[in-house]
């Protein structure tokens, strides 16, 4: 049977957050008793906790705001390809795959095994993958990863890369139980006006 299959990270107290970073945090604000009718709820988090996408400004202050991005990007078919081993995502291990005309290409690592802790280290995407993957058609990249770059990186060279070559970038995945193939994908995020990113609930429905 073709369901949605739910690729997003549950969002509680536990959900590892970037080290320094906001605590994530739900609580009800205003409770029934209090209201004398309902259970309002307060979240404190930051963008970048769970399963988002980054902004071009997250790390450009010229670059656009998550309201302002194309949501074509994040819904439409997409391509899962299982790369369990590599130390890093560059043209050499994506030559592998024939990505002729995908747009959004998703990257099953399993690199990050604990995701209520913050890992230690990942395979981060070299930035000479972002021309090889837009010469392809590839608009949107999503991993199973906090991040595209190495996690002490300060220059970011990865999301800059992608985003000179027009490729947007979904984090924080949950892709362990996605078998390669080709997928409808729904990711879409709020249209926060002025952020650097949003979280999203990401999907997946295999093609027939
Ligand atoms: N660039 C990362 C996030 C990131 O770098 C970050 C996120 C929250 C708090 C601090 C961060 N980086 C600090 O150097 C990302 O891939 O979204
Ligand atoms: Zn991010
Ligand atoms: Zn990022």
């Not at 930051?46 to 399963?51: K, L, M, Y």
């Not at 790369?83 to 590599?86: E, H, I, K």
């Given at each position: 049977m073709r369901t949605w299959i739910d690729i997003s990270q549950p969002l509680d107290e536990r959900t590892a957050v970037w080290p320094g970073d906001t605590p994530f945090v739900y609580e009800v604000a205003w409770g029934k008793a209090e209201s004398g009718s309902v259970n309002v709820g307060r979240v404190t988090m930051?963008?970048?906790?769970?399963?988002h996408v980054d902004a071009p400004f997250h790390f450009d202050s010229a670059g656009k705001k998550v309201?302002?991005?194309?949501l074509d990007i994040y819904m439409g078919k997409a391509r899962v390809v299982h790369?369990?081993?590599?130390a890093s995502i560059g043209i050499d291990v994506l030559a592998g795959f024939d990505l002729e005309g995908v747009v959004r290409l998703l990257i099953r690592t399993d690199a990050w095994t604990d995701r209520q802790r913050f890992p230690q280290r990942i395979p981060p995407v070299e930035p000479q993958a972002a021309a090889y993957l837009a010469a392809r058609g590839v608009r949107l990249i999503g991993l199973d990863l906090p991040s595209v770059d190495l996690l002490d990186s300060k220059e970011l060279p990865a999301h800059h890369a992608l985003a000179e070559q027009g490729i947007h970038i979904l984090e924080g995945l949950v892709l362990d139980h996605v078998a390669p193939g080709d997928y409808e994908l729904a990711a879409l995020p709020l249209p926060l006006v002025h952020a650097d990113g949003s979280p999203v609930r990401a999907v997946l429905k295999q093609l027939v």
């Open positions: 930051s963008i970048h906790t769970g399963t309201s302002e991005l194309d790369l369990p081993d590599a």
